[in-house]
């Protein structure tokens, strides 16, 4: 009898968890998808005013996305240590003053 309650419970916990992180996941996802897919629009016009090549394109993207995951993982390990209401803020910060000195 306690055997069949631990595996209600355990299908409830199942259910709520995924019921509240899967939607979560899929947002998450489909701007990730975005980010990626808007470096293709940014191609068209930027290739033509850099005189940039296809393949030069392609280096250069694949140099920018080995940044990605380079600094994945320290990036992870900060914010484990410090916590992420800090280092989101610090990330935000950090991309604002990038973005108003880059304008």
């Known amino acids: 009898m306690e055997n069949m309650n631990v595996e209600v419970v355990k299908q409830r916990v199942i259910r709520k968890?995924?019921?509240?992180i899967?939607?979560?996941?899929?947002?998450?996802?489909?701007?990730?998808?975005?980010d990626r897919v808007n470096i293709g629009y940014a191609?068209?016009?930027?290739?033509?005013?850099?005189?940039?090549?296809?393949?030069?394109?392609?280096?250069?993207?694949?140099?920018?996305?080995?940044g990605?995951?380079?600094f994945e993982v320290p990036s992870n390990m900060i914010l484990h240590k410090v916590g992420a209401r800090v280092w989101i803020a610090r990330i935000m910060i950090t991309w604002g003053i990038i973005v108003v000195l880059t304008v």
């Open 17 to 20: 968890t995924m019921l509240r």
């Open 43 to 66: 191609a068209l016009s930027m290739n033509a005013e850099l005189a940039l090549s296809a393949e030069v394109f392609g280096l250069l993207s694949g140099i920018f996305f080995i």
């Open 68 to 70: 990605y995951f380079l």
């Open 22 to 34: 899967l939607p979560f996941i899929l947002i998450l996802y489909i701007v990730a998808h975005l």
